[in-house]
């Protein structure tokens, strides 16, 4: 990579975490008391990727607002040359991000929301307990929240799961923000990838689909990066 490649990467990167500073402030400002360090670790991964393009996406802005891509596309770079700088940096954020997400600070139980049965208080000496969820209603009105001490179903999702959906996004995002798309195309693949996240997670949550079809959410950004690709080595 040239000097200019280094200085996108420097950009991206710590654009990257400032923003990414800010959602954990956002997290742990309005996250449900229950809530662990380890399931915040885990959803903080996962929007790390997206976090990620974004970064990529306001610096390679910039870059063209300044006039820097102009220069480089009048020499005869590609969409992808021109941003290979932000991309790198933002595959850092996300393989960074995957190492989180398999290590001990994580819990990937949140990121598969299943419906619990009814809640089934016993009466214990702190007042009564949930065994299912780990809540605890004392005497005096208040609410403790611990760990549930039933262990999780067999087949449970865990972190191979999570992975498998996060991956295939770490990898196709810097593409998709490098391309050259139009804002509806954009939009377009963002919302159709955001809403195979959210079924998928749910369906694999359910037993309802293989951990296999985690990987769909990437699907349409990786569709769109490769026909943005294409039509540029043909232009």
């Given at each position: 990579m040239h000097a200019f490649d280094r200085l996108l990467g420097r950009r991206c990167f710590g654009l990257s975490l400032l923003l990414l500073a800010l959602a954990l402030a956002v997290v742990l400002a309005t996250d449900e008391a229950g809530s662990t360090v380890g399931q915040r670790a885990a959803r903080l991964a996962v929007f790390a990727p997206a976090v990620a393009v974004v970064a990529e996406r306001l610096v390679l802005s910039q870059a063209r607002a300044r006039g820097e891509l102009v220069a480089l596309a009048a020499l005869g770079a590609s969409?992808?040359?021109?941003?290979?700088?932000?991309?790198?940096?933002?595959?850092?954020?996300?393989?960074?991000?995957?190492?989180?997400?398999?290590?001990?600070?994580?819990?990937?139980?949140?990121?598969?929301?299943?419906?619990?049965?009814?809640?089934?208080?016993?009466?214990?000496?702190?007042?009564?307990y949930d065994p299912a969820s780990g809540v605890t209603h004392a005497a005096d009105g208040s609410v403790t929240f611990g760990e549930p001490l039933l262990a999780a179903a067999a087949g449970a999702p865990g972190k191979l799961a999570a992975a498998l959906?996060?991956?295939?996004?770490?990898?196709?995002?810097?593409?998709?923000?490098?391309?050259?798309?139009?804002?509806?195309?954009?939009?377009?693949?963002?919302?159709?990838?955001?809403?195979?996240?959210?079924?998928?997670?749910?369906?694999?949550?359910?037993?309802?689909?293989?951990a296999g079809c985690l990987v769909l959410a990437a699907l349409p950004l990786a569709a769109q990066a490769a026909r943005a690709r294409l039509r540029g080595a043909t232009a």
């Amino acid at each position: 990579m040239h000097a200019f490649d280094r200085l996108l990467g420097r950009r991206c990167f710590g654009l990257s975490l400032l923003l990414l500073a800010l959602a954990l402030a956002v997290v742990l400002a309005t996250d449900e008391a229950g809530s662990t360090v380890g399931q915040r670790a885990a959803r903080l991964a996962v929007f790390a990727p997206a976090v990620a393009v974004v970064a990529e996406r306001l610096v390679l802005s910039q870059a063209r607002a300044r006039g820097e891509l102009v220069a480089l596309a009048a020499l005869g770079a590609s969409p992808w040359s021109q941003a290979r700088g932000a991309m790198v940096a933002a595959w850092a954020v996300g393989a960074l991000s995957l190492l989180v997400l398999l290590s001990p600070l994580s819990d990937v139980r949140s990121l598969f929301p299943v419906v619990q049965g009814h809640a089934s208080f016993t009466a214990v000496p702190a007042g009564l307990y949930d065994p299912a969820s780990g809540v605890t209603h004392a005497a005096d009105g208040s609410v403790t929240f611990g760990e549930p001490l039933l262990a999780a179903a067999a087949g449970a999702p865990g972190k191979l799961a999570a992975a498998l959906f996060l991956a295939p996004l770490s990898l196709s995002l810097p593409l998709w923000g490098g391309s050259a798309l139009g804002v509806r195309a954009r939009a377009g693949g963002a919302m159709l990838a955001g809403s195979l996240a959210l079924v998928s997670l749910h369906l694999v949550a359910a037993g309802r689909a293989p951990a296999g079809c985690l990987v769909l959410a990437a699907l349409p950004l990786a569709a769109q990066a490769a026909r943005a690709r294409l039509r540029g080595a043909t232009a």
